[in-house]
């Protein structure tokens, strides 16, 4: 889906949930404040919070669709990021808000007073709930929009909410048991741990994830289809909001190869993976690759097996050795688990070392920033 068409659906998606809520928001209020019905009336509030959610996603999406300009040369696609970080905290908001009710409604109880039009239109909102909710959850899957996806959530949230309310009417009315505060108490903790978990979430993403293992690998078997390529690493992804991703890759090429050569592979490269993965390929960075010298496979192969056997080291690339000059250059990709990278480094130069005591080592740490 391109940009506009997202935009557009994001939008499109957002007001049909404003329209939705606002009107279930009405019917609501006016039938908890007849009924007296605390449970009804916070879930009218709880109605117009999901409106205002929708709103935020409306104006989210439009700021986020803004195109590139000097002050940001990446594009405005974040502001979607926090567009979901504040529904999340409107959710959280009205998590603690309900529970302050149903709280005041246990030490101050109220008895209500239901009629059929209070189980049609609680009943309704179940209906209605459910199927806005599965909507727009599926339609911010499709797009991308961690805000849709929240607001989906959310509704669902509020359809349990509603059939809730339902059932301790019911049960009011055939025991005479009054259990609606109580329930509010349960169903507000729900909510608090929802939006809690989507605050957290939406950080993370703010912060910068780990790109996906399943788009990683892909891009990378895209970077070695090329012919001539002995391998692809390094691939480090920055995400600028949703489906937003620049990236920068290593290949490893050919020592014979001349500099046209390269820039001819680098130039296919960024366009195969731009339009395969709508990934923005930012640089190609270069390894030379010993072919001149078969001595130098036995080399690479002890000095490879000595440095993987050590912990935290995930993997070896980047090996070049050059037999007159007695050098050897490789990168090692380290664990983030590793407390002493230093320390670690060191014991490796004694390895490769003790292997190959004429030679002179270039050791490159890499973090393990995607698979």
Not at 146 to 166: C, E, F, K, P, R
Request: charged share 20%; aromatic share 8%.
């Amino acid at each position: 889906m391109d940009t506009i068409n997202r935009q557009k659906t994001i939008v499109r998606t957002s007001i049909i949930g404003i329209i939705a809520n606002v009107i279930l928001a009405g019917f609501k209020a006016l039938v908890g404040a007849l009924s007296g019905s605390i449970a009804i009336v916070l879930d009218a509030v709880n109605n117009m919070s999901d409106a205002l959610s929708s709103i935020i996603t409306v104006i989210g999406a439009k700021l986020a669709g803004r195109p590139a300009d000097k002050e940001h040369p990446f594009g405005h696609g974040r502001y979607e990021h926090l567009s979901a970080a504040v529904i999340s905290v409107i959710i959280l908001y009205a998590g603690l808000t309900s529970l302050m009710e149903s709280v005041k409604s246990i030490i101050y109880p109220e008895t209500p007073e239901y009629t059929a039009v209070t189980f049609i239109v609680v009943g309704a909102a179940v209906v209605v709930k459910v199927i806005l909710g599965l909507y727009v959850r599926r339609t911010g899957k499709a797009c991308a929009s961690d805000a849709l996806v929240n607001s989906g959530t959310d509704a669902l949230q509020d359809a349990i909410i509603s059939a809730s309310t339902l059932a301790a009417a019911i049960l009011f009315l055939c025991f005479g048991w009054q259990l609606e505060a109580w329930l509010g108490v349960i169903i507000s903790g729900f909510i608090i741990k929802a939006g809690i978990e989507m605050i957290r979430e939406t950080i993370s993403k703010l912060l910068g994830e780990r790109a996906d293992s399943d788009l990683s690998a892909s891009i990378k078997a895209t970077v070695c289809e090329t012919e001539g390529v002995m391998g692809a690493y390094d691939l480090v992804m920055t995400s600028y909001g949703p489906d937003r991703w620049l990236a920068s890759v290593h290949i490893a090429v050919p020592d014979v190869w001349t500099a046209d050569k390269i820039d001819t592979v680098s130039r296919h490269i960024s366009q195969q993976v731009y339009e395969r993965h709508h990934v923005i390929v930012t640089a190609v960075g270069i390894y030379s690759h010993n072919t001149q010298n078969d001595e130098v496979i036995t080399i690479r192969e002890k000095i490879t097996e000595a440095v993987l056997s050590e912990p935290f080291v995930l993997q070896v690339h980047g090996f070049f050795c050059d037999m007159t000059a007695k050098t050897v250059r490789f990168d090692v990709v380290v664990d983030f688990g590793v407390s002493d990278q230093q320390e670690l480094l060191h014991t490796l130069q004694e390895k490769v070392k003790a292997l190959y005591p004429d030679f002179t080592f270039c050791i490159q740490p890499d973090a393990d920033v995607s698979d």
